[in-house]
């Protein structure tokens, strides 16, 4: 677990959707990632499954210090 949330950069991302298939609950990364809007689900168990498996290195967990805004 790691604390923070998940952030895309949307300029790497090829949508294969990989990072949704393996998210346990089911959270439509490949969208957040094509619109570059950072996960910022109550859900999010922030695994970090989705940000492992990218093949490509779109994700990343941001530290909701430098954001200020999770739980929005
Ligand atoms: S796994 Fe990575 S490259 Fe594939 S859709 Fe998700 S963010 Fe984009
Ligand atoms: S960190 Fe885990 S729960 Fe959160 S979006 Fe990624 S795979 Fe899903």
Known sequence: MSAGF???????????GIC????????DVRAHAWLGRPVKHG??????ECVARCP?????????????EIGA
């Open 43 to 48: 859900e999010c168990l922030t695994c970090g």
């Open 6 to 16: 998940v952030v895309p950069d949307p300029s790497r991302c090829v949508q294969c």
């Open 20 to 27: 949704s298939y393996n998210c346990p609950i089911g959270i």
């Open 56 to 68: 490509r290195g779109v994700l990343r967990f941001e530290l909701p210090e430098t954001g200020r």
